[in-house]
């Protein structure tokens, strides 16, 4: 679509927009308005939302009523004469008392809603949620259950500048993961937030649960979504240069899919463990390599190792990618704290850490030899 | 508010605030120069920062000196003498509220991160999760033990000792004062002498003080959050310390040069007033930091 | 009461060339370097702001890459904060203080020379690691926001240049305040008491308090900042026993009171205009003093409402929502007065009237909105949101902004001599007024329907508001090139000022010729 088209069509959207901004079911699909969600305690936000938006405005419509009279009729060229009045105890006492009458009316309601939205107690699932630039982490921590979520890869190909893919065509672009959580409907869930780096927010809209993932501190909230369906939401603290690429999605499904999909994610990990003890081959590597790196550290060193320097180093002849393995592998594995550049003992394992390193040590010019599964293990 | 006798001086244009803002600029700019090019062998360049600085004392004895002039001079009328006062005594308070940052940190860490860290409010998860087994005490290096185990600093001791060096220094610079306005020289001088010598005792002993938390106690600046708050606080309150004393001798140059009268003495009085804000914040220190 | 009058080294000394703004003394000269170092800094603001909208016309990525966006967002947010809004506004007290209260000059009029020549130094310092090494378009400038939250600042490999650049504005800040405190205590005319003081006056010599009281703070942070990167000390370190929500706090300690810093002079400002315009005394004089001294007080004990998500305890939440809804009765007060003020006037619309009277309908809205934001629970789902966005541009663009333009289109007579041209000037305030609008009443509808702030590029659903928004935005950016244009306009020429300019202006600074002489008031007027 060349620009001209899509300024069109936008001009044409807008302009309709404002033909149908009479009946309320026109706009839902803009979405003017907070969402309503899924929860309770969403619902109760709604309310207060709603409650405070029209006093607001009930407010507002007299201020300005008053204002906008004067400004009609007590101009100079309608001949109106200034009073001089500048005084008046009574009035000033009025206008001082209303306002916070009006606030305490506000604040009992959001009083109530803070506090049930406060108290976690006695959750069904707990699942910790871990914040890394630029993926979440989460472990259901009684169901031994735990990966990571980041953004999906048609989302991700079409986000890169002057990708030339259209937008439009990327199913839920930017909200889109590879790998979604899944929590039963109807049951407490306890959310756990905390951060391997930088402060994260956790949020979903329709679950009405925003909280800060802050590094060496947990903080604990909840949601009771109770409606089955696929929710959307994105990180909300800005987290560094992916901050507006760490989208997470919760499908709500009922008790059973719950259950089924546990013992899924459970078997998938002991089949993986067990994978990923066995020796390689370079082009097994290199081809298991080239996906992990695309997946986790393309974002910062780029597709063809060039980095971003000086923020972000470059691996094509880079001294560690080139030198010593053992340097190699202790940045990967390790990272290096007070930069960006995280520890992956936790999120990849052997094979794949094994994989990238060989694949960093041998493309874009690169040819620093192999690294195999058992020389991480015994690295780590 | 006083009755002004003439008016107002206003002095002409000066060269000294744009000298002072490029010696700032060298300073800060160089600073950050060798701190952003830090490695483990040290810092970066560092030549900047040190022309920045000669720059900027440059600048001190410029402007005081045509400060000091204007001052003989006569020209500084009470008002002016006012405003100095305000001046001084609003400079004095934004110290106090950089303090107040320090402090505010200290008492953070006591009274809400380190219980938190140990489980304590709404914190339960914090400690079960991501700190099994640590507690919370105080004095502490938090749950990473970063810097390595360490004790810390009695307070009667050392800085009990230099509680009563500040506390016996504000009283001679008192006894100082009176001195000039009785128009008595002699006390002025030694009331000041005094007042220095005690500043730099002061100095000795904490300098003293830090060469032993670095060598026998373990205590750094990189003691984790103790060592953080301690040398940051105590650190920068040094720093006031060698500040103010380094001013109380340049009034006792001026005092032995009979730049003051009895009625004309603002600067005197200006560096007095210091030196007790100095001796106050010590006092909260003697009390938060070492004591309690 | 003080006489003041003065004397000068060199009598009627009338210094030319660079050399006078350089080494000037002078508070008009000084107010004048200061107002076009605030409007420099508005365009290249300005011009950040446009590259953000750029990038936001359409989803997906198209103009740069996500660094450097940050980086726009970040140093646009800076850059209007403390390069444009509040030299801006001290400008206008160097101008205006000493002729209003009837002083020969500022109190202290060399330290005011360096206050403001540590500015331009501090800017550099600020902007320069953006074109240090790499490559520019990576983004190589603080990419963290304005707000410099650890620890993503930590992360930052040349944060000593930032953080020295934030003591340096705090310095100027610092000895400003002071000046001006010192200049309003000490150097008013006899017979000017504190309470016949304008009320421009009174809401700087608060703002001057607060700035006292908050900038120390914001050097701390830094302070704190700079050894835990670079000496290893763990003050928003979990590890070692500290918190990043320290930061936060400390932080916000200073940025609440510095979103005050930059309203309480406009409030001043339009309370100014109002009176001059409706042909009447200001409506209740001395409750606008006391609701301002109310809102400073405030600002002081409100400061986490910026931080209701970062999981304080329950108590703490509460109390902050009850205080910082509490803001709303002062601000009433004098929203109350300004409408009282109207009543019964008999109101002309020249250009100054137009900003102030947009100024109260949509400072109004973003006051709403900021109660809205109060609301704790509430909060949680528009926090971090272009609804906040749209709330502080709302006070900030619409309030701080169009009061100082305000200020200049009432001012600039008595300032240059000579009227601006009122054709023109209105053309500017109506492009200005509807623009943005268009540009920031959509990004309400965005934080609703759930847009995060500070990113790049957006789910398809928020496409056509970020359209609309954008195209505002260009507008209204234009329309600020018009002003630029009529300021220039003005001071090469134009309809001769008469002394009092409008007919009904009242104070002191009124009864000097227009252009205001290079020296005023060397003699002290009595106020009766
Ligand atoms: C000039 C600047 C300015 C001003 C004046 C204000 C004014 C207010 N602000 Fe705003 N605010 C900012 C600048 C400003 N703010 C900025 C820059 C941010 C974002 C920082 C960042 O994160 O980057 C912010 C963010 C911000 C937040 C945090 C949002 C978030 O991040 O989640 C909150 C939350 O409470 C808030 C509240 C308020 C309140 C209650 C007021 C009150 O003072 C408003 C009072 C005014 C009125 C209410 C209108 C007048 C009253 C009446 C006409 C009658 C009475 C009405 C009733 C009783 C209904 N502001
Ligand atoms: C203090 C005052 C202030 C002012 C005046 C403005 C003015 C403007 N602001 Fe900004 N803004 C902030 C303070 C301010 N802002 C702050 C504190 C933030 C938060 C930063 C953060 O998140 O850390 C922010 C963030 C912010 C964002 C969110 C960015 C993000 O979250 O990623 C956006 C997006 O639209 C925006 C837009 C604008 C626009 C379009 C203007 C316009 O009003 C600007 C108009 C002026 C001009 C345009 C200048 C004149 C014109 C030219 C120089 C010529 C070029 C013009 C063209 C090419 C048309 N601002
Ligand atoms: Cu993670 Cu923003
Ligand atoms: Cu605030």
Not at chain 1, 5 to 29: E, H, R, Y
Not at chain 1, 234 to 248: R, S
Not at chain 3, 175 to 190: C, D, E, F, V
Not at chain 3, 461 to 478: E, K, P, R, T
Request: contains cysteine; hydrophobic residues 50%; neutral net charge.
């Amino acid at each position: 679509m060349s620009a001209i088209q899509t300024i069109n069509k936008k001009l044409v959207g807008f302009f309709c927009l404002a033909l149908l901004a009479g009946p309320t079911s026109a706009w839902a699909d803009y979405a003017l308005n907070m969402t309503k969600g899924v929860t309770k305690i969403s619902e109760e936000v709604y309310d207060l939302h709603m409650l405070v938006l029209i006093i607001c405005t009930v407010v507002g419509i007299g201020v300005f009523g008053v204002i906008i009279y004067s400004l009609i009729n007590h101009r100079k060229s309608k001949g109106a004469v200034a009073a001089q009045f500048h005084e008046s105890t009574t009035v000033e006492v009025i206008w001082t008392t209303i306002p916070l009458v009006i606030l305490i009316l506000i604040a009992i309601p959001a009083t109530g809603t803070l506090l049930k939205i406060e108290d976690s107690s006695d959750a069904d699932v707990t699942i910790k949620v871990t914040g890394w630039q630029w993926k979440w982490q989460y472990d259901y921590l009684d169901e031994n259950v735990s990966f990571f979520s980041s953004l999906s890869e048609a989302s991700n190909k079409a986000r890169q500048r002057d990708s030339g893919i259209n937008v439009y065509d990327v199913k839920h672009y930017l909200l889109s993961v590879n790998e979604p959580i899944v929590v039963p409907v109807n049951k407490k869930v306890r959310i756990l937030t905390t951060s391997n780096d930088v402060i994260h927010a956790w949020w979903v809209p329709a679950l009405g649960l925003k909280r800060d993932a802050i590094p060496g501190y947990i903080n604990e909230s909840w949601f009771k979504a109770e409606k089955t369906g696929t929710y959307r939401g994105q990180c909300a603290e800005l987290c560094g240069k992916d901050h507006g690429f760490m989208p997470i999605v919760v499908e709500v499904v009922d008790q059973d899919k719950y259950k089924q999909w546990v013992v899924a994610k459970q078997e998938q990990a002991i089949a993986e463990a067990a994978a990923s003890g066995k020796a390689m081959s370079k082009s097994e590597l290199m081809a298991r390599g080239e996906k992990v790196y695309k997946g986790n550290c393309m974002a910062c060193h780029q597709d063809k190792g060039q980095g971003l320097p000086p923020m972000f180093p470059a691996l094509a002849g880079s001294k560690i990618a080139t030198g010593p393995v053992k340097a190699h592998m202790d940045i990967v594995i390790h990272g290096k704290p007070g930069t960006a550049m995280q520890a992956f003992a936790q999120q990849l394992n052997d094979a794949d850490l094994a994989a990238v390193i060989t694949y960093e040590r041998n493309s874009w010019g690169n040819s620093a030899g192999m690294v195999q599964p058992s020389d991480v293990k015994a690295a780590r | 508010m006083v009755q002004a006798q003439g008016s107002y001086y206003l002095p002409k244009p000066s060269y000294w605030p744009l000298v002072g803002s490029i010696g700032l600029f060298l300073t800060l700019g160089g600073f950050a120069y060798a701190l952003v090019n830090k490695t483990d062998a040290g810092m970066g360049n560092m030549t900047a920062m040190y022309v920045g600085m000669a720059v900027i004392v440059f600048m001190l004895f410029g402007w005081f000196g045509t400060v000091i002039r204007e001052s003989q001079a006569g020209k500084f009328n009470d008002q002016v003498d006012v405003t100095f006062r305000m001046a001084m005594a609003w400079f004095i308070f934004s110290e106090v509220m950089f303090f107040a940052a320090f402090f505010g940190a200290l008492f953070y860490a006591r009274q809400l991160s380190v219980p938190w860290l140990g489980g304590a409010g709404n914190n339960a998860m914090t400690n079960e999760l991501l700190y099994p087994g640590y507690t919370a005490a105080w004095p502490t290096n938090g749950p990473g033990e970063v810097g390595g185990k360490f004790e810390t600093i009695g307070a009667w001791g050392i800085p009990f000792y230099n509680t009563l060096i500040l506390l016996s220094s504000g009283v001679t610079v008192t006894w100082a004062h009176w001195g000039l306005k009785k128009g008595n020289r002699a006390q002025l001088i030694l009331g000041l002498l005094a007042t220095v010598v005690l500043g730099f005792t002061f100095l000795g002993f904490q300098a003293h003080e830090y060469f032993e938390a670095y060598t026998h106690y373990n205590l750094k600046l990189t003691s984790g959050i103790y060592g953080s708050t301690f040398f940051m606080l105590t650190g920068f309150h040094g720093l006031h310390v060698t500040l103010g004393a380094t001013m109380l001798t340049v009034i006792l140059i001026r005092c032995i040069k009979g730049h003051f009268t009895a009625k004309h003495h603002f600067a005197f009085e200006a560096v007095a007033w210091y030196w007790h804000f100095v001796d106050v914040v010590w006092l909260g220190l003697f009390i938060f930091v070492y004591w309690l | 009461m003080s006489t003041a009058t003065a004397t000068h080294d060199q009598h009627d000394h009338h210094p030319t060339g660079i050399t006078r703004w350089l080494f000037t003394t002078n508070h008009k000269d000084i107010g004048t370097l200061y107002l076009w170092f605030s409007f420099i800094m508005l365009l290249t603001g300005g011009a950040m702001a446009m590259v953000i909208r750029a990038e936001l016309l359409y989803p997906g990525m198209q103009v740069v890459d996500p660094n450097f966006f940050n980086m726009m967002t970040t140093m646009h947010g800076l850059i209007m904060v403390f390069g444009a809004i509040m030299p801006a506004t001290v400008g206008l007290a160097n101008w205006l203080i000493p002729m209003m209260i009837g002083a020969p000059d500022m109190a202290l009029p060399r330290m005011n020379n360096w206050s403001f020549w540590i500015l331009p130094f501090a800017a550099l310092m600020l902007v320069a690691p953006m074109f240090m090494g790499g490559n520019f378009s990576s983004g190589q400038g603080p990419a963290f926001g304005w707000t410099f939250y650890q620890p993503l600042s930590g992360q930052y490999d040349k944060l000593a240049f930032f953080i020295f650049a934030v003591h340096l504005l705090g310095l100027s800040s610092i000895m400003g305040s002071i000046n001006i405190i010192a200049t309003i205590l000490n150097m008013r005319a006899p017979g000017m008491t504190l309470m016949k003081m304008p009320l421009f006056v009174w809401t700087w010599l608060i703002t001057a308090f607060l700035l006292i009281a908050v900038m120390p703070v914001l050097a701390g942070a830094v302070t704190m900042m700079l050894t835990d990167k670079y000496f290893g000390t763990s003050f928003f370190h979990a590890a070692g026993g500290g918190d990043p929500v320290l930061f936060q706090h400390v932080f916000w300690f200073f940025g609440h009171p510095e979103v005050y810093i930059m309203i309480l002079p406009a409030f001043g400002i339009v309370s100014q205009i109002i009176p001059t315009f409706s042909r009447k005394p200001l409506f209740g004089y001395a409750s606008m003093v006391y609701a301002t001294a109310a809102i400073a007080f405030l600002s002081f004990i409100v400061w986490a409402h910026h931080m209701f998500t970062v999981g304080m305890p329950v108590a703490g939440e509460l109390y902050f929502m009850y205080a910082t809804v509490m803001i709303a009765v002062p601000t009433a007060v004098k929203v109350f007065n300004w409408t009282a003020t109207m009543w019964k006037g008999s109101l002309t619309f020249e250009t100054p009237m137009l900003w102030a009277v947009a100024f109260v309908f949509l400072f109004t809205i973003g006051g709403f909105t900021g109660l809205m934001l109060g609301v704790a629970p509430a909060d949680f789902q528009y926090h971090d949101t272009y609804f906040v966005v749209a709330h502080f541009h709302y006070v900030l663009v619409t309030g701080a902004l169009f009061a100082i333009i305000a200020a200049v289109y009432y001012w600039l007579p008595k300032w240059t001599g000579h009227m601006y041209d009122e054709k023109l000037a209105k053309i500017h305030f109506w492009v200005s007024a509807i623009s943005v609008n268009v540009l920031f009443f959509p990004q309400h509808f965005l934080g609703l329907a759930g847009m995060p702030r500070r990113i790049p590029d957006y789910a398809v659903q928020f496409a056509d508001w970020n359209f609309v928004s954008s195209i505002g935005g260009f507008v209204f950016g234009l329309s600020q090139i018009l002003f630029l244009f009529i300021v220039i306009k003005t001071i090469r020429g134009g309809a001769k000022a008469t002394d009092r300019v409008w007919d009904s202006a009242d104070g002191l600074e009124w009864t000097v010729p227009s252009p205001a002489p290079y020296h005023t008031f060397e003699t002290a007027p009595e106020i009766k």
